[in-house]
Nanobody
């Protein structure tokens, strides 16, 4: 069984930064894809960033502002979010693929103008 625990959400002013963490436990391998998604009120969940064996992808809306990284020794994935805008306000979810998808509980990020 795989479990994901997220932390690091909160309230920040526009232009500020936050870092989200997602600690994975269970039968995890370094090649398992991990990623961050977000869901704003009234909108569908959308991809933010993924990391697979060191290779990263980003949504166009966050390129150059958000950075995903992974500490393989700690089985933890991070999302560094810079230059935040109110449009980044959402619940952020961590996901890992290990035979199936596993999701974290979500972390609220609120950006005030």
């Amino acid at each position: 069984q795989v479990q994901l625990v997220e932390s690091g959400g909160g309230l920040v002013q526009a232009g500020g930064s936050l870092r989200l963490s997602c600690a994975a436990s269970g039968n995890i391998f370094s090649w398992n894809p991990m990623g961050w998604y977000r869901q704003a009120p009234g909108k569908q969940r959308e991809l933010v960033a993924t990391i697979t064996s060191g290779s990263t992808t980003y949504a166009d809306s966050v390129k150059g502002r958000f950075y995903i990284s992974r500490d393989y020794a700690k089985n933890t994935v991070y999302l560094q979010m810079n230059s935040l805008t109110p449009e980044d306000t959402a619940v952020y979810y961590c996901k890992i693929v290990q035979r199936r998808e596993y999701w974290g509980q979500g972390a609220q990020v609120t950006v005030s103008s």
